[in-house]
């Protein structure tokens, strides 16, 4: 399938000379996905709702300050590469071209609605991410501001003084927040200042209760219900509901999952490629299968490598974290390190994943081993 059918030609955009006031009152009103942004009628990049919320530049900035490079796609692209490219920039939106004439856009949104028949072939148990970040109801909203940029996430379980789920707090609250208009302040409005924004409780803004699936549901199912609710990810919790908060599942990893292929070479995706310099993507597959093979009876059906710009530098090379996560026929194994620059912190990443993969492959060893013992035990 391609996405000549699914590729919509109605967007927004704006000049990269355009004030950063005007964008955040279009997304306050328009609520779009993206903002693509020309630059003397040429295409430059676009602006997403997480440009806005991990900074603090002023109204009067411009665009060009947020704009976030997104590679052109051709309309008549398979949908499985266009969800790998729009996973690996890190947008839900991309401009789609026909030939050398800007058609529209695609969006996240439009290709998980074509396939979402084709869906319930998987359960969520086999595509939500596990390693969970969560934050406390009583927690104010600045701690709350820097882990979503800590781990460059876009959503928050919020849990109460039980550790059980409460609620969820997303980026789009924050955004929503942030950019009210004078207009909509009242007298009990506790907008004020920043820093008393950002020591108000999220017990303030979190959305309760936060919606939820079990882990042995269709993705369809699930899928279908964020286009009902109109979100962008579920908390999965245990089949009984209890409140504890065993992961997340968003519709980027959804669409992730739209990218596994059945080949015998792994499929590999990087997200946020463009921070990568001396590394290039056939390196970080021999690394990662040269790890995998030291235990041959695990199989790998899927790597996700996660790079993560933070603001601190040496020599000017920034401080990356890397996350890696293998989807094998013995569960999820994952390994994370930082570095300054993609390549250190990748291997420093691989190291971890490749104790964790000899972690369990020496697990299993011992317990053949007892299991062995135990029946020589018996015969005696």
Same mark, same amino acid.
Do not use: W
């Given at each position: +399938? ?31 996905? *993206? ?33 976030? *490079? ?13 969800? @790998? ?35 319930? *072939? &998987? ?24 882990? &979503? ?5 876009? @959503? ?12 969820? &707090?997303?980026?789009?609250? =924050?955004?929503?927040?942030?950019? /009210? ?15 008393? +924004? ?21 993705? /369809? ?12 990810? &579920? ?19 959804? =669409? ?37 093979? $030291?235990?041959? @009876? +695990? ?52 190291? $971890? ?11 299993? *060893? ?6 062995? =013992? ?7």
């Amino acid at each position: +399938m391609d996405i000549a059918d699914i590729a919509t030609p109605d967007f927004i955009e704006v000049d990269v000379d355009e004030r950063l006031g005007k964008v955040r009152s279009i997304f306050e009103r328009e609520n779009p996905k *993206a903002i693509i942004v020309q630059n003397d009628g040429e295409y430059a990049g676009v602006i997403g709702e997480k440009q806005l919320i991990n900074s603090h530049v002023e109204d009067n900035t411009k665009a060009a300050a947020l704009t976030q *490079a997104v590679p052109k796609i051709d309309r008549h692209e398979d949908v499985r590469e266009v969800a @790998r490219m729009l996973v690996e920039g890190n947008t839900k939106v991309a401009p789609v071209y026909e030939g050398e004439k800007q058609y529209g856009i695609i969006t996240q949104d439009a290709i998980l609605e074509a396939v979402l028949d084709n869906l319930d *072939a &998987l359960t969520v148990e086999q595509i939500y991410t596990d390693d969970v970040v969560t934050i406390g109801e009583r927690d104010h909203l600045g701690q709350a501001i820097n882990r &979503l940029r800590e781990h460059g996430i876009s @959503r928050l379980p919020v849990v109460d003084s039980e550790n059980r789920l409460a609620g969820i &707090l997303t980026t789009y609250d =924050l955004v929503e927040f942030m950019v /009210r208009d004078e207009g909509r302040q009242g007298k009990q409005d506790r907008r004020g200042d920043t820093d008393r +924004m950002l020591d108000l409780p999220v017990y303030d803004l979190m959305t309760s209760p936060a919606r939820t699936a079990s882990p042995g549901e269709s993705v /369809r199912d699930a899928v279908a219900r964020m286009f009902e609710d109109n979100i962008a990810g &579920l908390v999965v919790t245990p089949e009984d509901d209890d409140g504890e908060v065993l992961g997340v599942m968003t519709k980027t990893d959804v =669409l992730r999952a739209l990218t596994y292929t059945e080949e015998e070479q792994m499929d590999v995706q990087v997200t946020n490629i463009g921070l990568l310099e001396t590394l290039t993507r056939s390196t970080i597959v021999s690394a990662i299968t040269e790890v995998a093979d $030291k235990y041959q @009876r +695990m199989n790998v059906h899927h790597a996700h490598v996660r790079f993560h710009e933070h603001k601190e530098k040496l020599r000017g090379t920034p401080l990356i974290q890397c996350q890696i996560r293998l989807r094998t026929s013995h569960g999820q194994l994952a390994g994370s390190g930082e570095g300054y620059g993609a390549e250190h912190a990748f291997h420093v990443a691989l190291d $971890k994943l490749e104790r964790n993969v000899l972690e369990v492959k020496g697990f299993e *060893a011992d317990e053949r081993y007892r299991g062995q =013992l135990l029946r020589k035990l018996n015969e005696l």
